[in-house]
């Protein structure tokens, strides 16, 4: 069959005709119903850019290299760096908790929609994880600090990283998930009529298909980890100075120095919160620009 590409005139001459048919009752409420779409969009979007720009105007006074790297004063009282041992903390600890719960989430669910469907174990697994997902991240931190801490009498990132790994989960197995049912069904038809067998059609035709939508998932998950502060409290206790072990000493990350310095009413305290939350929303956002360029690389067609 011969397609012919219609040229972009002739496309925007047949839209303005469809337009000029149209009944004025039909033009009114097309034209009403964009508004009111452009309209909620910019109720959503001005506090949120508010905000950014808040925490960029206060936070950009006081990030510096000494800032991100020297160690946070033991007194609230006192004005200047850093956040050194928060950001440290955060990479490792939020990077632990990924390498945790991204490869089992997306396992599950490539398990729950190519393998199990509609099985009793796959509702389960289902069901399991909308429950976590409305879990209060506080109580997960309760329920390592019980399981893990109290177990062995210590406050370490791993802990942390156990408890932030329980919050992603299930974010990414019902995130992506629901980017593997978006495959069509005639890409896995047509390599397992090529003789491929599921395994290998499920490696290497539906995951490339969904591998943008699963990195959104698994970003919003880490995005979310990153942010997290009851669970870090409890279970990861506070240090002033850098420790780059998961498994030995205390330790702390920005959300955590966030909502402590936030609540101080010293001036040095309640800038050095300005700062924590422009670099932690830097990291963000430069996490999620290196999974975007990876995502686009892996899953480009060769």
Known sequence: MTVVDMPTDAGHDVEVSLEANLSPARR?????????????FAVAAVPLVMIIGYVFLKGGQVVDMAFLTEAIPNSYRRVGPGMGPAVVGTVIITAAASAMAIPLGVLGAIYLNEYGKQNRLARTIRFMADVMTGVPSVVMGVFVYVVWVLRFREQTGFAGSLALACLMLPIVIRTTEEMLRLVPDE????????????????????????LPGITSGAMLAVARAAGETA?????????????????????????????RNASQPYEGAQLRAYGAAFTLILLVFACTIVARIISARFSTTR
């Open 231 to 259: 669970p870090i409290l409890l279970v990861t206790g506070l240090t002033f100075d850098t420790n780059w072990s998961l498994f030995e000493g205390n330790n702390t990350t920005l959300a955590a120095q966030i909502f």
């Open 187 to 210: 890409l896995r038809l047509a390599s397992l009529a090529l003789g491929a067998r599921r395994w290998r059609t499920t490696l290497t035709v539906v995951l490339p298909a969904a």
């Open 28 to 40: 009114i409420a097309d034209h009403a119903a964009t508004a009111a779409m452009v309209l909620s």
